[in-house]
């Protein structure tokens, strides 16, 4: 880790300034199926401006910086990722205000990232940030079945609250009582 928080502020030495300003938000690492690479090291970064960044890095790249988009309040912004068995990532961030869901892509494609945000959750009554987590699901949408969804786990009002992205939307979603892996979205 100590390595990759140097490669980290390599990347933002350009603006001194700017890399004093900036705040690691979270850490973690992420091994992606059938990938040469090993595992990815992945950090949230706020920037001076609020605006949140991801930095990647493998055992075999240089580290790579990419803007989600989204700007966040001071404070911790939580994170969590899950790889999919074709190797796409998926990452939720939390904040007070709610959670996000992203779209990655494959880490171990060469050149910049392109996120897609899929969705997001406000805060409802007694969310915990901390408690948001991101999973690979399979869903039940009427008759058809996704064997694997991203969803976000998110923690409020004292339940765990699970919310199955139908490749359009985040929608809340239930265990269906036959079986154990099997969702379904209302």
Same mark, same amino acid.
């Given at each position: 880790m100590k390595k990759f928080a140097l490669l980290l502020l390599a990347l933002l030495? @350009? !603006?001194? $300034? %700017?890399?004093?300003?900036?705040?690691?938000?979270?850490?973690d690492t992420l091994a992606l199926p059938s990938s040469a690479a090993g595992p990815y090291d992945l950090m949230t970064v706020r920037s001076a401006s609020g605006q949140l960044l991801l930095v990647d890095q493998s055992a075999i790249s240089s580290p790579r910086d990419t803007a989600l988009g989204i700007t966040v309040p001071a404070g911790v912004t939580a994170a969590s990722f899950? %790889?999919?068995?074709?190797?796409?990532?998926? !990452?939720?961030?939390?904040t007070a205000g709610g959670a996000y869901l992203f779209d990655l892509g494959d880490l171990a494609q060469s050149g910049p990232? $392109?996120?897609v945000q899929l969705g997001s959750v406000a805060a409802a009554a007694g969310f915990d940030p901390q408690s948001v987590q991101v999973g690979?699901? %399979?869903? #039940?949408?009427? #008759?058809?079945?996704d @064997?694997?969804? @991203?969803?976000?786990?998110v923690r409020q009002n004292g339940h765990m609250a699970v919310?199955?992205?139908?490749?359009?939307?985040l929608r809340n979603a239930v265990f269906d009582g036959t079986s154990n892996t099997m969702m379904v979205v209302r």
């Open positions: 030495v @350009p !603006a001194a $300034h %700017a890399a004093l300003q900036a705040q690691v938000q979270d850490h899950a %790889a999919s068995a074709n190797g796409n990532v998926y !990452a939720a961030f939390a990232l $392109h996120p690979i699901i %399979a869903i #039940l949408i009427g #008759l058809l079945v @064997p694997s969804a @991203p969803a976000l786990y919310f199955a992205y139908d490749g359009k939307s």
